[in-house]
T-cell receptor, first 118, second 110 residues
Framework: GAVVSQHPSWVICKSGTSVKIECRSL??????MFWYRQFPKQSLMLMAT?????????EQGVEKDKFLINHASLTLSTLTVTSAHPEDSSFYIC??????????????FGPGTRLTVT | KNQVEQSPQSLIILEGKNCTLQ??????????LRWYKQDTGRGPVSLTI?????NTKSNGRYTATLDADTKQSSLHITASQLSDSASYIC?????????FGTGTSLTVIP
């Protein structure tokens, strides 16, 4: 099956600094990638939809100037958490959509990145 | 309102026993119903995908059912193993949106 990787798998940063998380589709081209955030014992919450070559679409309540998304190629999307605060500490998961060949297109999830802001 | 609800919230079973997880959805228009397994600290991994015309689908010891009339789905795990300990998430996508349930946390104990 298709593989999505994330880097780094975990990161610790100080308040006020920025951290970049990479999401790569390894064996397919993904025109659309998604960024999720997951707090402990909660389900995934969609933050934004990233489309290759265009601006990301952010969900309501997600600050686009704080969570910068760049989808510069068909295999790479990046999420940069700017001026990080302890409340940004969370598990960030990306997913990539395999181009739909039928109704039930698949969405493949990365392994996640654990961000801790001290 | 598009919603996916799961029960129970958590479950503890003995190794070797069977269990059934429930999912109720009110997502419209219906496209498909998916079950994912999420190990702690990892991303979700797809177990099954069912469309409207499918009412049962198996993947090894995992069997998912779908009742499109009552908008309910279940995931049955047979002969549980310690490695089945994880969160199981029911998802119903429509259009470009994925609607996630809050998951059932399953713990299998020896």
């Amino acid at each position: 099956g298709a593989v999505v990787s994330q880097h780094p798998s975990w990161v610790i940063c100080k308040s006020g600094t920025s951290v970049k998380i990479e999401c790569r589709s390894l064996d397919f081209q993904a025109t659309t990638m998604f960024w999720y955030r997951q707090f402990p014992k909660q389900s995934l919450m969609l933050m934004a939809t990233s489309n290759e070559g265009s601006k990301a679409t952010y969900e309501q309540g997600v600050e686009k100037d704080k969570f910068l998304i760049n989808h510069a190629s068909l295999t790479l999307s990046t999420l940069t958490v700017t001026s990080a605060h302890p409340e940004d500490s969370s598990f960030y998961i990306c997913s990539a959509r395999d181009p739909p060949a039928e109704i039930s297109y698949e969405q493949y999830f990365g392994p996640g990145t654990r961000l801790t802001v001290t | 309102k598009n919603q996916v609800e799961q029960s129970p919230q958590s479950l503890i079973i003995l190794e070797g026993k069977n269990c059934t997880l429930q999912c109720n959805y009110t997502v419209s228009p219906f496209s498909n119903l998916r079950w994912y397994k999420q190990d702690t600290g990892r991303g979700p991994v797809s177990l099954t995908i069912m469309t409207f015309s499918e009412n049962t689908k198996s993947n090894g010891r995992y069997t998912a059912t779908l009742d499109a009339d009552t908008k309910q789905s279940s995931l049955h795990i047979t002969a549980s193993q310690l490695s089945d300990s994880a969160s199981y998430i029911c998802v119903s996508p429509t259009g470009n949106q994925f609607y996630f349930g809050t998951g059932t946390s399953l713990t299998v104990i020896p």
